[in-house]
């Protein structure tokens, strides 16, 4: 269990939210989504616009930290 509570300010983040708020390229950005390194919300149309899932994010880097810290 860790030590301290991850607050969000959206479950949801646009690309270019994502690439402000991190300092992260959206081109990056873009590559990670397409990697499957940052999760995305899936998509009902086609044309939606993407969005980070952050709830999905902050899980799996809890998990990770979980996993080295033992």
Request: aromatic share 0%; no cysteine; charged share 35%.
């Given at each position: 269990m860790l030590s301290y509570q991850v607050v969000i300010n959206t479950p949801f983040m646009t690309y270019e939210q994502y690439s402000h708020f991190s300092g992260m390229?959206?081109?990056?950005?873009?590559d990670w989504?397409?990697?499957g390194k940052?999760?995305?919300?899936?998509?009902?149309?086609?044309k939606e616009?993407?969005?980070?899932?952050m709830v999905a994010l902050v899980e799996m880097?809890?998990?990770e930290a979980m996993d080295n810290l033992g």
């Open positions: 390229p959206k081109r990056t950005i873009m989504v397409s990697d940052l999760p995305i919300k899936r998509k009902v149309k086609e616009t993407p969005l980070i899932n880097a809890t998990r």
